[in-house]
């Protein structure tokens, strides 16, 4: 199985910030790496897909990156409705993983 | 609008069964495969297998292998997961998702709200 590390577990940032959140793959995953952000109480939002595609409807100041193993979802000017929990996904072998999340929180 | 329904909550006993469903509308239930993934309390996400409402053909994850069991009813757009033989390790909320492909290479872009499943003596 295909490992999703993410880094930092957890982080504080303030309102217009730039955040970024790194995902490594324990192999590689080509461009096959989603991001997701979940908020507390519901289901997880796609942001991301094939690692830097914007799915439709989502602002642009969300970003991806990377390919093969190390990926990077990059936040621009971040807004309040933006402290989240994020998570990375491969979808290059199954079984499906995920990164175990990075909770962004208010300074 | 594009959406999936999930039933309700369910509180279930270690070693029984629960049954989840996931109601489609919105769109064409039969052109995209749906995924179930799960999130113990506290913890981050886990791919459980997907099932295409085309064909009924699955995919499980080998974790759930011989437990999980995943069907659906074109009928009524409806696709439906199976746990079995439930461990206190199963209590989660157990999320439907659908992709445009098997491997979610676009990503999952609709997820229902969520099932709570509780397993406890």
């Known amino acids: 199985d295909i490992q999703m590390t993410q880094s930092p577990s957890s982080l504080f940032a303030s309102v217009g910030d730039r955040v970024t959140i790194t995902c490594r793959a324990s192999q590689s995953c080509g461009s096959f790496v989603n991001w997701y952000q979940q908020k507390p109480g519901k289901a997880p939002n796609l942001l991301i897909y094939a690692a830097s595609s914007l799915q439709s409807g989502v602002p642009s100041r969300f970003s991806g990156s990377g390919f093969g193993t190390d990926f990077i979802l990059t936040i621009t000017s971040l807004q309040p409705e933006d402290f989240a929990t994020y998570y990375c996904?491969?979808?290059?072998?199954?079984?499906?993983?995920f990164g175990g999340g990075t909770k962004v929180d208010i300074k | 609008q594009v959406q999936l329904v999930q039933s309700g909550a369910e509180v279930k006993k270690p070693g029984a069964s629960v049954k989840v469903s996931c109601k489609a509308s919105g769109y064409t239930f039969t052109a995209y495969y749906i995924h179930w993934v799960r999130q113990a309390p506290g913890q981050g996400l886990e791919w459980m297998g997907w099932i295409n409402p085309n064909s009924g053909a699955t995919n499980y994850a080998q974790k759930f292998q011989g437990r999980v069991t995943m069907t659906r009813d074109m009928s009524i757009s409806t696709a439906y997961m199976d746990l079995s033989r439930l461990r206190y390790d199963d209590t989660a909320i157990y999320y439907c998702?659908?992709?445009?492909?098997?491997?979610?290479?676009?990503?999952?872009?609709?997820w229902g709200q969520g099932t709570t499943v509780t397993v406890s003596s």
């Open positions: 996904q491969q979808t290059y072998s199954t079984p499906l993983t």
């Open positions: 998702a659908r992709s445009g492909n098997s491997m979610a290479n676009y990503g999952m872009d609709v």
